[in-house]
């Protein structure tokens, strides 16, 4: 089966750190491209990072640069997002997606063909 799932999400104190995975099954991410997105209450989904299969470039939100980064274990199929100094604002549900083309920027959101259920990160203040 073709599914990418989410995992890691939880309950952290603003300052702290959490690190999410996203497992591929079904396919190789040595050959698609993987995102991180995140989706507040009432807001639009933002992209948060991405990760090249070919070179392992990385592309980041402005909102989160300096404190997230994206990598990736081939051995594993998994793709992590460590997340530092977390912020209230960073609250949200996380997403992983894949996306065969191999964009040099942070894609958008329909460009990606497959998506996880997502894990919720929560961040008091």
């Known amino acids: 089966q073709v599914q990418l799932v989410e995992s890691g999400g939880g309950l952290v104190q603003a300052g702290q750190s959490l690190t999410l995975s996203c497992g591929a099954s079904g396919f190789t991410i040595q050959s698609w491209n993987i995102g991180w997105f995140r989706q507040a209450p009432g807001k639009a989904r933002e992209g948060v990072a991405y990760?090249?299969?070919?070179?392992?470039?990385?592309y980041y939100g402005n909102s989160v640069k300096g404190r997230f980064t994206i990598s990736k274990n081939n051995a594993k199929n998994t793709v992590y997002l460590q997340m530092n100094s977390l912020k209230p604002e960073d609250t949200a549900v996380y997403y992983c997606a894949r996306i065969y083309y191999d964009a040099t920027y942070l894609p958008n959101p329909n460009e990606y063909d497959l998506w996880g259920q997502g894990t919720q990160v929560t961040v008091s203040s």
């Open positions: 990760i090249k299969s070919d070179d392992g470039s990385t």
